[in-house]
């Protein structure tokens, strides 16, 4: 079983991902880490040098192999639902659990590593409060693909661990 954490950056899908990972007895996966491996560059310098739709292809690359994996929870980047095919080869692999979260929470959260994720980098708080809104406006209809919405807010690995095991008792029904 492959599952995967989509939602939007700062909804915590690393560390839900891990900690829902060491429940399940799976692997965890951070999909920005591979790619940061292969590529040897971080995700900043390759926007910086070789420019988002590099990233993407490389993002692409890096969600196609973890199709090969079995036992994993793979946390995906921000943008990995928004292009290609990702989202319903997601949906076919495995189990895509949207990791939901109100933008202003969001915002408090991405502030303090926001020289990170070079999308943000170089926003104020009130021009990153307005580029959230937005870009979940346009990313939703693709995250509400996902077979599970979860909200992030007050949500736990025990939560959503139990959640996890409805959703495997419920298949098995089927
Ligand atoms: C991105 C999110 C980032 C990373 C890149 C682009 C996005 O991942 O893939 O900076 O387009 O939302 P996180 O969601 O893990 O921050």
């Given at each position: 079983m492959r599952i995967y954490l989509i939602g939007y950056?700062?909804?915590g899908k690393s560390s839900m991902g891990k900690k829902l990972a060491a429940r399940l007895g799976y692997s965890f996966l951070d999909l920005d880490s591979l790619i940061e491996e292969e590529q040897k560059q971080s995700v900043s310098d390759i926007f910086a040098e070789k420019g988002e739709n590099a990233f993407r292809s490389f993002e692409r690359l890096a969600l196609h192999q973890?199709?090969?994996?079995?036992?994993i929870v793979v946390s995906t980047?921000?943008?990995?639902?928004?292009?290609?095919?990702n989202m319903s080869l997601m949906n076919e692999k495995g189990l895509c659990i949207y990791l939901k979260s109100d933008s202003d929470v969001l915002v408090n959260r991405l502030l303090p590593n926001q020289h990170l994720r070079p999308l943000i980098a170089k926003l104020s708080k009130e021009e990153l409060s307005v580029f959230i809104n937005e870009q979940i406006k346009k990313r939703s209809p693709f995250y509400e693909k996902a077979k599970m919405h979860i909200e992030a807010r007050d949500l736990t690995p025990a939560i959503l661990h139990v959640q996890v095991m409805r959703w495997f008792e419920n298949q098995q029904k089927v």
């Open positions: 950056m700062g909804s973890t199709f090969e994996m079995e036992n980047g921000g943008g990995t639902p928004v292009f290609f095919d």
